[in-house]
């Protein structure tokens, strides 16, 4: 695409600005008394022919203003977009929210999507990081009765995880917390295949061998059964939004709506969503706008 005038892309960021806060197509006269350009808006007109021209924004009639298009949307993202930064009582706040789930990821996950939500005034989804397979930071066996203990594992990725055993013999708490501390030593920062091949070296009892099979069956699951869980904060927001609250009849806003909660709680579009991001080689924000991505921000 050829470099856009300075000009062209001031009306352009004010057309996208504009469109995102009414989302009704943008008159040239709007744009000139709303956003304080220095031109008239017969040099709005013109450029704006220009940028339909460039394929980023486009006339859905005749007598219509202009609506951005997916190419315009992600020019926008890419170079025009104004950022700001969080107030430091926000920023305080934020951290502090973190640190008191610091070792609890799904609460994490759950606590970004709601921060993000609430600073966005949208919808935010959130899914935890997928491991092909967990490894094991620490665990610990509590003595429920006499021939049943409760294990409580953390990952390394700090997950938790929590299982029933049922004992062949009466165990004291003490013995089990001593076997526990000598398996930590054995298994912590091992993931399931390297403990299994460690225990085949090794002369454990039933009780270790229990405990030592039911770590590695938590681990060899980690990855398929935290992957595909969504967290959801904020859709209420997308009332909100002028597409939903005022634009329309209430039948044809209804309708809207009921779209985007379809996909927003039938799990059917966004595990294929998360599964492309997973797919894609990122080390930051990747910006998903119809049907292309945009690279990192």
């Known amino acids: ?46 450029e704006l022919a220009g940028l339909e021209e460039a394929n ?15 190419l315009g949307y992600r020019y926008f993202v890419e170079h025009l977009m104004r950022e700001s930064a969080l107030s430091l009582d926000e920023q305080r ?18 606590l970004t999507a ?22 094991l930071k620490h665990f610990e066996i509590l003595a429920v009765t006499e021939l049943a203990a409760h294990m409580v594992l953390v990952l390394t990725d700090g997950s938790v995880k929590q299982q029933r055993l049922l004992l062949d013999r009466p165990i004291r708490q003490e013995e ?25 070296q090794l002369d454990f009892t039933p009780v270790e061998q229990l405990v030592t099979h039911t770590i590695c ?8 059964l935290f992957g595909d869980v969504f967290y959801r904060e904020g859709v209420i927001n997308i009332l909100e939004q002028p597409e ?32 492309h991001l997973r797919s894609q080689p990122s080390d930051g924000v990747q910006v998903i706008i119809g049907a292309r991505t945009s690279g990192k921000r």
């Open 114 to 135: 709601s921060v993000m939500a609430r600073l966005l005034h949208s919808a935010a989804i959130m899914t935890p990081p997928r491991s092909n397979e967990g490894s």
């Open 56 to 70: 980023l924004i486009y006339q859905p009639h005749t007598s219509a203003g202009r609506v951005p298009t997916d």
């Open 244 to 275: 939903y609250s005022r634009l329309g009849p209430e039948a044809v806003r209804n309708e809207r709506m009921r779209n985007v909660l379809e996909v927003l709680e039938q799990n059917r579009l966004l595990p294929a969503l998360a599964t």
């Open 217 to 224: 069956r938590i681990l060899e699951q980690h990855g398929d």
């Open 176 to 200: 089990l917390s001593a076997m526990s501390m000598r398996l930590n030593e054995l298994f912590a920062e091992r993931n399931a295949s390297e403990i299994a091949a460690l225990a085949t």
């Open 1 to 46: 695409m050829t470099p856009l005038s300075q000009r062209k892309q001031q009306i352009l960021r004010a057309l996208v600005e504009e469109y995102i806060h009414m989302a009704t197509p943008v008159a040239s006269e709007t744009l000139v008394r709303k956003y304080g350009l220095k031109f008239s808006s017969a040099t709005v007109r013109h």
């Open 93 to 110: 706040l934020i951290r502090h929210q973190f640190y008191q789930v610091q070792d609890q990821l799904d609460q994490w996950v759950r």
